[in-house]
């Protein structure tokens, strides 16, 4: 397994609750070594599912914050727009942070940090050999991928690199808000807030212990930063103010009081990425099947990894066949989600704001 992200440690995860040891390779020198990332809505029928299959599921819902389902859409002027507010008993998408649930799945796992993989070459007479980045190469049965958006173990299986959406997204966050922004934690409330604008839209999401994640996402061209210094906060905090200028004042308050920004051009793989079968080696997760990140990527990751697995497990005669099989019901699957957020990128960034809300409409509860 090369990654350690929900996909792999959901595959070594649902392997370990069936007795077979995963040996699991992370290019990250340690689990702390980068920020984990935002909250994750679960689904009742893809992430829950998977740690359901894990054993884990009791301990999630322990962990999540069903309240965090809240969702607030405002104009640009600061008008609220629509107020959802989830049910007492609804766990359809809980949150979840992100180094809460990777905590969670690791562990009794052993990662084997620091070990980066450069390339895999399948068809060697002992296997698949893995060449790491230290210069030491070992052989394997098997090599799952899921390496990530930029992933290593691909090329073996794919010509296909992600390419650019013409969304780029910056983000930025706050701590300790209820303490020190009380009324930026009001707008929030306890799940997020979001504002469309034309070709642009601004969403504040709360995470657990006071945490604030402000996303920004707006179309231009890959080079839109060429004069700016992404290192300079201030730069980069007064080139947002300027393309959001005429928000509603505490809409602007979220990226004024941003402690840093991170830039993150939105890439995805092709909606039917798929690869002539290649004994030995397969993918899960956005090494497979990169899309826009809006809220299906871990969950389609985390069942990837847990079927994989569960076919493993099941202890086939043939396990290339296994993998075979599995890759066909991975493709079917995330081809739908695909094409799903896909059309849900351009309605969300879009030059017409009213179509987020439109889309909003149809997948809320009324």
């Known amino acids: 397994m090369v990654g350690s992200g929900p996909a792999g440690l959901t595959f070594a995860r649902v392997l370990h609750r069936h007795g077979y040891p995963v040996a699991i390779l992370e290019r990250d020198p340690g689990p702390d070594a980068r920020p984990p990332g935002g ?57 979840i942070d992100r180094r809460q649930l990777r905590d969670l799945l690791i562990g009794p796992l052993d990662v084997q940090w620091g070990r980066g993989v450069t390339q895999v070459v399948p068809g060697t007479r002992d296997g698949v050999r893995v060449h790491f980045a230290d210069g030491r190469q070992e052989t394997f049965d098997l090599v799952v991928g899921a390496d990530g958006a930029w992933s290593r173990i691909r090329p073996a299986v794919s010509s296909v690199t ?18 020190r922004h009380p009324d930026l934690a009001r707008l929030i409330g306890d799940g997020s807030v979001s504002v469309y604008g034309v070709n642009r839209s601004l969403v504040a999401q709360r995470n657990s212990g006071g ?10 061209p890959l080079d839109w930063h060429t004069n700016l210094d992404l290192a300079d906060v201030e730069a980069v905090r007064s080139s947002l103010l300027a393309l959001f200028d005429g928000w509603a004042a505490p809409v602007l308050d ?39 990140p809006l809220g299906a990527g871990a969950n389609l990751a985390m069942l990837d990894g847990a079927e994989l697995a569960e076919s493993i497990a099941a202890g086939p005669e043939d396990l290339d066949e296994a993998v075979r099989a599995f890759e066909e019901q991975m493709w079917a699957r995330a081809g739908k989600w695909a094409k799903i957020t896909t ?9 017409d704001p009213a179509e987020a809300l439109a889309l909003f409409d149809q997948v809320q509860p009324s």
């Open 39 to 95: 909250t994750l809505d679960l689904h009742e029928g893809l992430g829950q599912l998977a740690l359901d299959k894990a054993g884990l599921l009791a301990e999630y819902q322990a962990l999540s914050r069903p309240e965090g389902q809240a969702m607030r859409i405002l104009d640009a002027d600061g008008t609220v727009l629509r107020d959802w507010q989830p049910r007492p008993d609804d766990r359809a998408n809980p949150e």
């Open 162 to 179: 992600p390419h650019y959406t013409g969304v780029t997204s910056v983000e930025t966050s706050l701590d300790d808000v209820d303490t």
């Open 211 to 220: 945490h604030v994640k402000v996303y920004t996402k707006f179309r231009a």
């Open 254 to 292: 979220l990226l004024r009081h941003g402690t840093a920004f991170v830039h993150r051009p939105l890439y995805v793989l092709p909606v039917s990425h798929t690869w002539t079968h290649v004994s030995g080696v397969t993918l899960l997760g956005d090494a497979a099947h990169l899309m826009p």
């Open 343 to 351: 059309a849900g990128l351009e309605r969300l960034v879009s030059p």
